[in-house]
């Protein structure tokens, strides 16, 4: 079993939903990341937390430690958010390294 | 402030070749790290180090790979002998001082290595 875990996958939309991307993690941690991963290749930190929630934009992040998870959530979802989001955490005491979900694949569409 | 650099972008060796990938940490970033996405996988760490000093190599395969950071110029990590296994994308991110609870990582765009 993967220390991180995200659902779904693969998560296709229409412009305007509300996504929700879920991470969960069976390690003790210091912070998680969220990062976005375009179709180039290019990665982008989204968010750093270690408690409650952050938002940027259209972007609102949320971590609860003692479930154990995180949720990233996009509102009013547009093309240009078409990306593969990842999920990583930094686990206590390991100065920072970080160990990643496997990512979850959004498409949004017209 | 430029962001994290990494060149090159593209790479094309031949097995048994070596590869040289160098990563420019941002300005005043004294922390860097190596990860490996292989083909279809996710993201993988490699190495941690800071000037100088390698902190934790516990990525990195046991033969072939170094990696080093020195006091001046910009990370390298080296494949010697490449296979075509080795054929991945590698990320170098960079971050400043560690904090307690860790420090948000900047990525640079990649090195894109194809073994042929």
């Known amino acids: 079993k993967n220390e991180v875990e995200q659902s779904p996958q693969n998560l296709t939309a229409q412009e305007g939903e509300f996504i929700t991307i879920n991470c969960s993690y069976s390690v003790g941690i210091s912070a998680l990341h969220w990062l976005q991963q375009h179709p180039g290749g290019g990665i982008v930190s989204l968010f750093m937390?270690?408690?409650g929630k952050k938002k940027h934009g259209r972007l609102i992040a949320t971590i609860n430690i003692q479930e154990k998870h995180s949720s990233l959530h996009i509102t009013a979802s547009h093309p240009r958010d078409s990306a593969v989001y990842i999920c990583?955490?930094?686990?206590?005491?390991?100065?920072?390294?970080?160990?990643f979900g496997t990512g979850t694949r959004l498409q949004v569409t017209l | 402030n430029a962001g994290v650099m990494q060149n090159p972008r593209h790479l094309v060796r031949r097995r048994g070749q070596e590869a040289r990938l160098r990563c420019s940490p941002m300005k005043g970033h004294s922390h860097v790290y190596w990860y490996r996405q292989l083909p279809e996988e996710g993201l993988k760490f490699m190495v941690y180090l800071q000037k100088e000093n390698i902190i934790d190599e516990s990525g990195m395969p046991k033969e072939r790979f170094s990696a080093e950071f020195p006091k001046e110029g910009p990370s390298i990590l080296r494949i010697q002998q490449v296979v075509r296994g080795d054929s991945a994308a590698y990320f170098c991110?960079?971050?400043?001082?560690?904090?307690?609870?860790?420090?948000?990582?900047?990525f640079g765009p990649g090195t894109r290595l194809t073994v042929l």
């Open positions: 990583a955490v930094t686990h206590t005491g390991t100065a920072s390294k970080l160990t």
């Open positions: 991110a960079s971050s400043p001082q560690i904090l307690g609870g860790g420090n948000e990582q900047f």
């Open positions: 937390l270690s408690s």
